[in-house]
């Protein structure tokens, strides 16, 4: 799993880009409940998704 999906995070779903962007609220193992913006709270396997996080100061 990525060392940097951690609480506080944001983060986008490659497979579900309409989702539109998530914060992660846990990280425990390789499985990360996150809280998309159209999508809700979702909980997802990292060991299955690869998620890839947002740089708030260069992806914006």
């Not at 999906?5 to 425990?28: C, Y």
């Not at 390789?30 to 999508?39: G, L, Q």
């Amino acid at each position: 799993m990525d060392p940097w999906i951690v609480p506080g995070a944001l983060v986008r779903h490659p497979q579900q880009s309409q989702w539109g962007l998530g914060q992660v609220q846990s990280a425990i193992g390789s499985r990360v409940t996150v809280n998309f913006e159209h999508a809700g709270k979702r909980v997802l396997d990292c060991d299955i998704v690869m998620l890839e996080v947002v740089d708030p100061e260069r992806d914006f």
